[in-house]
């Protein structure tokens, strides 16, 4: 059973940065591809950002530049740092794990003056 605790969003001015986390039990992410997704109001979940076990990573063009995902093995934890944030990152991001039909809760992120 694959389980995906998201932790770490809030509300933060325009401009500013949060680092979301992603902690799974049920595989280590180091052998998995790991994807961060997000979701706003009246609209479809889109893929943000991805990291391969080998430690590549992929952005959609939306976030690319501002966002960067990361891996910590030791506590089988992915990060996506988001920098220089803005309205429209407003959404609940939600991370997944390669072959698993499982979600987290999601986190709210809120970017507003």
């Known amino acids: 059973q694959v389980q995906l605790v998201e932790s770490g969003g809030g509300l933060v001015q325009p401009g500013g940065s949060l680092r979301l986390s992603c902690t799974v039990s049920?595989?280590?992410?180091?052998?998995?591809?790991i994807r961060w997704y997000r979701q706003a109001p009246g609209k479809q979940r889109e893929l943000v950002a991805t990291i391969s076990p080998g430690g590549g990573t992929n952005y959609s063009d939306s976030v690319k530049g501002r966002f960067t995902v990361s891996r910590e093995n030791a506590k089988n934890t992915v990060y996506l740092q988001m920098n220089s944030l803005k309205p429209e990152d407003t959404a609940i991001y939600y991370c997944?794990?390669?072959?698993?039909?499982?979600w987290g809760q999601g986190t709210q992120v809120t970017v507003s003056a």
């Open positions: 997944n794990r390669q072959a698993s039909n499982s």
């Open positions: 049920g595989g280590r992410v180091s052998l998995y591809v």
